[in-house]
């Protein structure tokens, strides 16, 4: 879609980021009723199952949406090891609970996020459309971290529920300490019976080449009837990778607080508060409107976002109708010229043993400041 740079200003609608229960904050959207949401999983959304905003932005907001000093923690902690516990914990903050139901708008291709938290800017970008690659990188300058994610979700329809396979690479750079921490993301579950219901489960492992650290996380869910011990529950260990040996043993649930157990002492402590991490996070807001750029997701769907906090829903439709056409236009023609698309700030590598990688070029080795910002912290 293109959108006039002068109209950038009036045009960008930016909403509350996902909270603990799976809302907005500042609104709740649901589908009608479950037969309809269940329904709404299989096809083409109408606005009545959209969340008014893109995957994109969700995407984004796992990175810069938190309360908690979390990532500064990451970079400043003395040792090795407390650095890896808190890289850890990390982690586990970049998830959010997700509605039943309804979801977010597809990304175009060439869509971007950029927005700034204190030193912490984040730029994300829609890397492919068909099969749908997102890149984000973050620098924080002040921190000395970077961050380079690529993300990919291949979703697969299993009668009772679809369970999308995230895949992609994750890293987060610690740069003064030369350090480099590899992680993969849980598997997003949507679960029709018995429960409706949407759940990160699956296995992640986090490893530091240059400390010689792994974490091996299981992400677990209600495989039938409600268990609250077991539902968004986190099972794990850190372990040293030359000697094999468990250093810490982590248990807990990511929605609501997650501890280390030291095999050596006994001692146990919290790593991670969910509530306190994510609980009344800030609508991002625009700072410089002129500086907004028309690939901005606020912008691209914001006649879409306006409609739908508006309830109406005839224009909800035919604004997202004509992204969705032009879209298709563009790819035509495209096509027709034997134009290949090139995303704007990554290079996108994807073999079938590595999966996807998406690389800053060159001249992006560090993500300017947005004109879009979040407070910092509460």
Same mark, same amino acid.
């Given at each position: ?60 907001? +796992? ?7 979390? %990532? ?13 516990? +808190? ?33 912490? &800017? ?55 300490? @030369?350090?480099?921490?590899?992680? &993969? ?9 018995? %429960? ?140 027709? @010229? ?22 800053? %070029?060159?001249? &992006? ?9 979040? &407070?910092?912290?509460?």
């Amino acid at each position: 879609m293109q959108v006039k740079e002068e109209k950038s200003e009036e045009n960008a609608v930016l909403t509350a980021p996902l909270s603990l229960d799976g809302s907005e904050s500042d609104s709740d959207y649901r589908s009608p009723n479950i037969i309809h949401r269940i329904l709404s999983l299989l096809g083409s959304l109408p606005p009545q199952f959209n969340i008014p905003k893109s995957q994109l932005q969700c995407y984004g907001e +796992s990175a810069y949406c938190i309360n908690s000093n979390i %990532l500064s923690k990451c970079a400043n902690e003395e040792t090795p090891l407390n650095r890896f516990v +808190s890289v850890v914990a990390w982690s586990i903050s970049t998830l959010r609970p997700l509605p039943f139901g309804v979801a977010p708008y597809n990304p175009i291709l060439g869509e971007t996020h950029h927005v700034s938290r204190g030193s912490l &800017n984040v730029l994300v970008e829609q890397v492919s459309h068909h099969p749908p690659v997102a890149a984000l990188h973050a620098t924080d300058e002040k921190d000395n971290i970077e961050i380079i994610w690529c993300q990919s979700p291949m979703p697969k329809f299993h009668g009772s529920h679809i369970e999308t396979n995230v895949q992609g690479k994750r890293q987060l750079k610690l740069l003064d300490k @030369k350090e480099t921490y590899t992680m &993969n993301s849980p598997n997003l579950v949507i679960r029709f019976l018995p %429960l409706p219901g949407v759940e990160w489960l699956g296995n992640v492992r986090i490893r530091c080449e240059e400390s010689g650290l792994e974490a091996e996380l299981s992400y677990r869910g209600n495989s039938f009837w409600p268990r609250p011990s077991i539902h968004r529950s986190i099972k794990g260990k850190i372990v040293s990778a030359t000697t094999l040996q468990t250093i810490y043993e982590i248990n807990g649930h990511w929605d609501r607080s997650v501890m280390v157990k030291d095999v050596s002492t006994g001692k146990s402590r919290t790593i991670y508060d969910a509530k306190e991490a994510l609980s009344g996070l800030k609508t991002p807001v625009v700072k410089d409107p002129k500086a907004v750029s028309p690939s901005e997701s606020s912008v691209v769907w914001s006649e879409v976002s306006r409609a739908i906090l508006e309830k109406r829903w005839d224009k909800a439709r035919e604004a997202k109708s004509c992204i969705e056409e032009r879209q298709r236009e563009i790819g035509r023609e495209r096509e027709l @010229k034997e134009e290949d698309w090139v995303p704007k700030y990554f290079s996108v590598i994807h073999s079938k043993e590595s999966g996807w990688d998406c690389i800053p %070029l060159p001249n &992006n080795n560090i993500v300017p400041p947005a004109p879009i910002l979040v &407070n910092h912290f509460m």
